[in-house]
């Protein structure tokens, strides 16, 4: 779902404001449906003794005429050490707005969502780990009219 909306955080141009509804599956555990895990002596473990947390999130990646690279979170989630770490999630809607800075996403045929995460450490550094699974979806060529979402 896509509209047209009014941009008051900059000039006074109308801006494309996407919605987007989505599903993931994915076994972080495991590191099934394209995630990656760290591997110890052919051990799977994401949850050592040094991570607290994992921040998920999925990431739009989008190139419009004006700008080569966008980039947008849509929404995230904070898996603490203790759950599940298999994710079933459906009919999700994103947290975030999607705005683009213009009218890129009428009629955009390659937006490329992506499932990341990064490893909040007790103590360190923190990596980012990227899943590697990536899925396109194209925007349609009409803007929605309705008030619903």
């Known amino acids: 779902l896509r509209k047209n909306v009014e941009d008051f955080t900059g000039p006074r141009e109308r801006s494309d404001l996407g919605f987007v509804t989505f599903d993931i599956t994915a076994d972080i555990l495991n590191g099934k449906n394209g995630l990656q895990t760290f591997r110890n002596k052919n ?56 705005f683009d800075d213009g009218n890129g996403l009428k009629g955009n045929r390659n937006i490329t969502l992506t499932l990341s995460w990064n490893v909040v450490p007790n103590a360190g550094i923190l990596p980012l780990v990227t899943g590697s699974g990536h899925v396109s979806v194209p925007f349609p060529d009409t803007y929605e009219t309705t008030k619903s979402y």
């Open 43 to 98: 051990t799977l473990i994401i949850f050592d003794w040094n991570v607290k947390q994992l921040f998920l999130y999925l990431s739009a990646e989008y190139s419009t005429k004006n700008n080569a690279l966008n980039q947008v979170v849509l929404w995230d989630k904070i898996m603490l050490r203790g759950d599940n770490p298999r994710l079933s999630l459906k009919d999700m809607k994103s947290k975030y707005f999607f």
